[in-house]
């Protein structure tokens, strides 16, 4: 995320709803809320009794919908909307969604959280039937399996389609007649199903933007479900019984906003536990507790209580800064992580201080901080992360598919320390994580993938398996 000093991100965000008059309206304020789930693009897809109408470009939400007019275009009432940030394919335009598709016997618009891991074949075997593909996006390749379907009905279609494609998946479907949600057979992303109190119903990648737009959670949706909103309600129907729940633990850890619930699980609430466990496994003789901010400032909260030590705002984020795609010099990358974050000299100043924060990838920025932390007079900066070390890549909709880019997969805990001038370094443990997450699921993990810790895949890697199986052979420096 670019508001974040961090090289980890997810895909996206989505939001979709039926049944409201001022429908795109809504849809631009619930993807105001999803804006840290992807940075680099939005869009509007709206359905005015049977004509689709949809809005597009590159940028943040108010850079897209930048004037009034934009909006007002996208009448209807029912839309869906998707903010994005690339894992598969580039990021032009032209694969910013959600996508429009128009058909001689009706138009459709398709919206997609996560990574498909059968997306080379597939594309492969559609290009050689015949299929032309209009971005080099892995969301395209469901509307193509859906139209070379040989089921009769639109839902067998779409049903067909879904057992065809492999991986992490959350989509919106809009028709002219419905708004269709489905959700992968392991659940590794969520989405949450609400309703407005003028019975509108709404669809959402995080519960948090249920709330702003004012609708009351429902329920979630489940692995392998299909739910069809129409003017009739809605109803669910499984596309496959071949599930096992697997919600991405980094949605816990970093990704979601911390108002959110997932799995019936608040993150804030969530995270604080992590930091609770983190003090209880690694108990550090210091004087204050810090937290990075944002996603960490609740585990950073949970440390401190179950430590003892008082928590203090030793780093401040400013909240105005603009994104910095373009970083070309080692000197401008120092100079953007100090326009982000500022140490406070007068709370750090002489004090052996535990910093907190979710995650190490490359450990570039861990060390930066730890850098502004000792220029402004910490005596000592202890490190401790509220996960597990990120060792193994993620193939189902976060940007590290590569062991390369990963620190932890290439160095020890002590070398690492040394790398980011930490003087102690600590994570937390596997099944540390897991407690302090407490879903309640028979499920491996509770009914987590923990696969960026311990290389535990939930599914096969299907195209991803051969480069995956060449990595593990593979070291890199980070000296």
């Given amino acids: 995320m670019s508001y974040e000093i961090k090289s980890l991100n997810e895909e996206c965000g989505l939001f979709g709803i039926w049944g409201h008059p001022d429908a795109s309206r809504v849809t631009y304020f619930g993807l105001h809320s999803l804006q840290h789930r992807g940075q680099e693009g939005a869009g509007i897809l709206s359905n005015d009794n049977g004509t689709l109408k949809s809005y597009r470009d590159l940028g943040l939400l108010s850079e897209v919908f930048k004037n009034e007019e934009i909006l007002k275009r996208l ?23 959600p996508f429009h598709f128009k058909f001689y016997d009706g138009s459709f618009g398709l919206a997609h959280n996560g990574n ?68 992968d057979p392991n659940g590794f992303r969520p989405l949450a199903i609400g309703q407005m109190k003028n019975g509108a119903y709404v669809v959402a990648s995080e519960t948090c933007a249920l709330e702003v737009v004012g609708a009351e959670f429902v329920r979630d949706v489940q692995p392998g479900e299909m739910i069809i909103i129409n003017d009739d309600g809605f109803r669910v129907e499984k596309y496959t019984n071949d ?14 906003r911390p108002d959110s619930t997932i799995a019936g699980v608040n993150v804030h609430t969530a995270r604080k536990n992590m930091g609770r466990r983190l003090a209880l496994e690694n108990p550090i003789d210091a004087d204050i507790v810090v937290g990075v901010p944002n996603s960490s400032l609740s585990a950073a909260s949970g440390y401190a209580e179950a430590s003892g030590l008082p928590y203090e705002l030793g780093l401040v984020k400013n909240q105005y800064v603009q ?157």
């Avoid at 599930?243 to 970093?254: D, G, K, N, R």
């Fill in 243 to 256: 599930t096992q729940l697997a919600i991405c633990s980094m949605e816990f850890i970093y990704f979601a």
């Fill in 116 to 183: 498909l891991t059968n997306n080379k074949t597939l594309r492969r075997e559609l290009e050689e039937d015949g299929a032309i593909f209009h971005s080099n996006s892995d969301t395209e390749v469901l509307m193509h399996l859906i139209r070379r379907s040989k089921k009769e009905d639109i839902f067998e279609k779409i049903k067909e389609a879904l057992n065809t494609v492999k991986g992490g998946f959350a989509y919106l479907l809009l028709t002219e007649n419905e708004l269709i949600a489905a959700l």
């Fill in 323 to 479: 994104r910095t795609f373009i970083q070309p010099t080692q000197e401008l990358r120092e100079q953007g992580v100090r326009m982000k974050l500022s140490a406070v000299r007068g709370v750090v100043e002489g004090k052996r201080v535990v910093m907190v924060d979710d995650s190490i990838v490359r450990g570039t920025t861990s060390r930066r901080i730890v850098n502004l932390l000792k220029e402004a007079g910490a005596k000592e900066v202890h490190v401790v992360i509220s996960s597990p070390p990120l060792k193994y890549p993620c193939f189902y909709g976060i940007d590290i598919q590569t062991r390369k880019e990963l620190i932890a997969a290439n160095h020890s805990v002590q070398e690492i320390k040394k790398i980011i001038g930490a003087d102690s370094l600590y994570f937390l443990s596997e099944q540390g994580l897991i407690d302090a997450i407490g879903l309640k699921n028979d499920a491996p993990y509770n009914g987590l993938c923990m696969a960026y810790f311990n290389g535990d895949y939930p599914t096969p890697l299907y195209d991803y398996e051969e480069d995956y199986l060449r990595s593990l052979k593979e070291k890199v420096s980070f000296f």
């Fill in 75 to 97: 009448t209807g009432t029912a839309a869906i909307g998707h903010v994005r940030y690339a894992t598969s394919g580039n990021g032009s335009i032209d694969n910013i969604q």
